[in-house]
T-cell receptor, first 113, second 113 residues
Framework: GAGVSQSPSNKVTEKGKDVELRCDPI?????LYWYRQRLGQGLEFLIY????????KSGLPSDRFSAERTGESVSTLTIQRTQQEDSAVYLC???????????FGNGTRLTVT | GDSVTQMEGPVTLSEEAFLTINCTYT??????LFWYVQYPGEGLQLLLK?????DKGSNKGFEATYRKETTSFHLEKGSVQVSDSAVYFC???FGFGNEKLTFGTGTRLTIIP
């Protein structure tokens, strides 16, 4: 596609349930990043991938969060046993290579009730 | 740790007014600095960047100068248009194997005709 695609665009889930968020990067982009933005706060870095390896996963807030990437393609961010504080917009970005400008998707708005 | 502080919004200006959105950073060393913009209904996109002290980034009439002495990267535009209404994010990164972008909280700008 023309840009970074994220799905779903909105997700409402009950506390304690698992959720999976998907990111389709721009074709050919080797670097992929996940960020989240909680209400009234800046974007928090979660993890980035170079190809299918994750050199920096320092931003994952707890072991309930995990992410994987298949080759230089789709990435999924999984949140297990969701909590209300996980409510946020989760943003994915990709770049041609590390150090190149990031292209962001429109995000997934996650609401945990 | 590294951090970015930008002026709180929302900011409302009349068309053709002069715009300044302040951004200061705290970091060990000399990062690259960026302004990203998010137009309504769209993903974040790079507006401009500067990679070393005294560099000026510019794009679409916007400018920002990397000031090492004041650790600042204020965004300016001489005459704003309604189409500039968006949320603006200041960010920094060190790159070279430390690729994560650290963002400010964003400033919502509304331009009224």
């Amino acid at each position: 596609g023309a840009g970074v695609s994220q799905s779903p665009s909105n997700k409402v889930t009950e506390k304690g349930k698992d959720v999976e968020l998907r990111c389709d990067p721009i074709s050919g982009h080797t670097a992929l990043y996940w960020y989240r933005q909680r209400l009234g706060q800046g974007l928090e870095f979660l993890i980035y991938f170079q190809g299918n390896s994750a050199p920096d996963k320092s931003g994952l807030p707890s072991d309930r969060f995990s992410a994987e990437r298949t080759g230089e393609s789709v990435s999924t961010l999984t949140i297990q046993r969701t909590q209300q504080e996980d409510s946020a917009v989760y943003l994915c970005a990709s770049s041609l290579k590390t150090g190149s400008p990031l292209h962001f998707g429109n995000g997934t708005r996650l609401t945990v009730t | 740790g590294d951090s970015v502080t930008q002026m709180e919004g929302p900011v409302t200006l009349s068309e053709e007014a002069f715009l300044t959105i302040n951004c200061t950073y705290t970091a060990t060393g000399y990062p690259s600095l960026f302004w990203y913009v998010q137009y309504p209904g769209e993903g974040l996109q790079l507006l401009l960047k500067a990679t070393k002290a005294d560099d000026k980034g510019s794009n679409k009439g916007f400018e920002a100068t990397y000031r090492k002495e004041t650790t600042s990267f204020h965004l300016e535009k001489g005459s704003v248009q309604v189409s500039d209404s968006a949320v603006y994010f200041c960010a920094l990164t060190f790159g070279f194997g430390n690729e994560k972008l650290t963002f400010g909280t964003g400033t919502r700008l509304t331009i009224i005709p």
